[in-house]
Each structure stands twice: as C-alpha cells, then as structure tokens.
C-alpha cells in the first residue's frame, strides 16, 4: 500500500492495517497465562507452566527483581508474539523465558525482546554480571550479543516411580520437609551464598514450591526445592550444599528422600538439572550409576554470561573462577529450568 493511499484511510481502518506491531510491553498479571501457552506453543517438554508458578501475582512493576516482557500479538489480545524474563538477583542478574510464538519466529523478535530483558538487567546498578542458559542451537545468537560460554546444564529424569532407598545419612541426621514461604533464613542464605552476592529470598518464598532440608544435629547442611507437577514432570532444585567439602553420600541421600517423598504424587515423573557451573560431575555420575531410576535427557543447555559492566570480567574470577576460594555453600543443580 502507497504512502498516499494510507494518507485517505480513516484513523480506524489505519490501526488495523498496523498488524505487525512489535513493540516490547511489560507483562501483566493476566497475561501470565498467555505466556504459559506461549511455551506449549513451542512444546516445551519440562514445566510447560512454570512461569504461573514464579510469576508474582500482582503486576510485576509491584515486584522489582522480576521482569517480565512481551510483544503481544496485534490480532489478538490474548495471545503473545514473544516473551521474556529478568531476574535481579543482587550481583548477578538472569535473563530466562525468552520464546517466540512458532508463528512468528524469524522475524527478529527474538532478539528484540532479549535486548530489553538484558538492557534491564545492566540498568540496575547492583548487576556485576548479566547469566543466562541457552540451547546448543540458540548459543550462536547469544554469543553474536556478547555473551561467553561459562558452563552446561545436563538434564536428567526420573520415571520409574518410587523405590528403596540406596543411600541413607549417618546418625544424628535428620530430613524436614516445608513448604516454600517457610523455607528457613539459613537455607535461603545458603542459596544467596552459592551465587555470591545474590537476593533470591523473595522468588523462592513467593513459588508454589517445597523445600526438602537435612540437618546434622541442629546444622542445616543440604536442602532441595521441589516443584511439584501433575500434567508435566516435577522438578528437583535447586539443590544447595554448605561446601564443596560435603560428601557425595550425602548429596545422594538427600536426591533420595526427594524421590520417596514426591515420585508418587508425580504421574510425570521428575526432572532435574544438574548445574556444571560448579563442578558437580561427580554427583552427576552418581545418579546415572548409583541412585536407580534416573536417565540422561538428551536436551542440554549451555551457560552464558555477559561482561558489559565495568569490573565484571575480574568479579566473576574472584567468585567463580578455578582460583576462587573454596570455601561457602555450592549450588549443585538449578531452580526451575536454570533459572538461578
């Protein structure tokens, strides 16, 4: 259509010929929903609907470490083109969800929607790094952006259903099994210390998740979140140990309890993702020989982190890299799909 053919349209009929409108809209809370089918859209095979469960239920302008974004679909009100996520965690800041309605991929909205999760997340001035996880085949994109491989994510999964225990904690142990807004001050430190400088208090308490604790005498020493699915597979994590120290066996007894205590209240079964950040190969090993019923998931994902903040790249050495010290809890497997 010409310029001076649109120069006779009336305003009304000129709105409907902007159909392609891309424009990147903070998200509100009744479009949460939107933004679950968004994933279901794009089959998603592991928590198809975890954004309803992380997301606060209030506006998120209400909710300043969480940020969600669309660009919603111009012919329909409640649908989404795309979406994406920031999450400001203290020093480090997340950037996750970020999907394109299969309708409308290859147009750009990809990127567009990611360049503001990003610029949100380097705006706010605690950020030191900006981390996200990416597909094999997304990583390419991201890396063109800026960002540098840090790390992968192995997926495992658990369908066999409940079954005896094979690993059992010493004498003077004990499980606690709470609810996630009654996850314990120390356990949700222990979660901050693992990503160093972190503020995640507030999207593990405001989650319809559980929290499995292990205490040695009255010291919390390990916990596990649950996310407990019914239409999906639910997922373990994240998993938090108080030290690189902790031995395996007890890493493995605490993946135990979690499957006695939620294998059968999940027809799906459970899914949980290992985090490489930090070493974690050995537990990994574990669960494939030891611990019965687990499986590698061929659907990996790459860690990435971007540099842009000044200081950033020698932040990161200091209390990520092979050199930092060793010392502090360690994060063994991630919250959700990576989101942590």
């Known amino acids: 259509m010409t310029a001076s053919r649109l120069n006779h349209l009336p305003l009304a009929r000129l709105h409907s010929v902007n159909m392609t409108s891309t424009e990147v809209k ?14 279901k859209s794009n089959e998603w095979p592991i928590a198809a609907d975890l954004l309803t469960k992380i997301a606060p239920a209030t506006p998120s302008e209400k909710h300043d470490r969480r940020h969600f974004f669309a660009i919603p679909d111009p012919s329909n009100d409640s649908k989404l083109q795309a979406g994406g996520a920031t999450f ?40 030191k790094i900006v981390w996200l996880t ?3 085949a997304g990583a390419p994109v991201y890396r063109r952006m800026g960002f540098e491989d840090s790390g992968a994510v192995t997926f495992l999964a658990h369908k066999t259903g409940p079954k005896e225990k094979g690993f059992h904690v010493p004498e003077g142990h004990r499980f606690s099994h709470v609810a996630a807004k009654d996850t314990p001050v120390e356990a949700v430190k222990m979660f901050n210390d693992a990503l160093v400088g972190g503020s995640r208090g507030d999207l593990m308490r405001d989650t319809d998740t559980h929290s499995v604790l292990l205490y040695s005498d009255d010291r919390l020493i390990a916990w596990a979140g649950v996310i407990l699915e019914q239409d999906v597979p639910t997922n373990v994590g994240p998993i938090i140990v108080e ?6 066996s ?22 949980l993702s290992i985090d ?38 020698a932040w990161y050495a200091e209390h990520f890299g092979p050199e930092r010290k060793k010392d502090g809890p360690v994060q063994l497997a991630y919250f959700g799909l990576g989101f942590s």
Request: aromatic share 8%; charged share 25%; hydrophobic share 40%.
């Open 26 to 39: 903070t998200l509100h809370s009744g479009q949460y929903e939107a933004f679950a089918e968004l994933w």
């Open 88 to 127: 400001l965690q203290g020093s480090v800041a997340g950037i996750g969800l970020i999907l394109v309605h299969k309708d409308h991929q290859r147009k750009g909205l990809g990127s567009k929607i990611f360049r503001k999760c990003l610029d949100a997340a380097l705006e706010e001035e605690e950020t």
């Open 134 to 136: 990416a597909t094999t």
């Open 243 to 248: 030290s690189e120290d902790t031995p395996i």
């Open 250 to 271: 007890v890493v493995m007894a605490l993946v135990d309890e979690v499957v006695a205590t939620y294998a059968p209240q999940s027809p799906k079964g459970l899914v």
């Open 276 to 313: 490489h950040r930090f070493g974690s190969s050995k537990t990994l090993d574990l669960l494939l020989s030891e611990s019965g019923g687990w499986s590698k998931v061929d659907f990996n994902l790459v860690t990435m982190i971007n540099f842009e903040k000044t200081g950033s790249r």
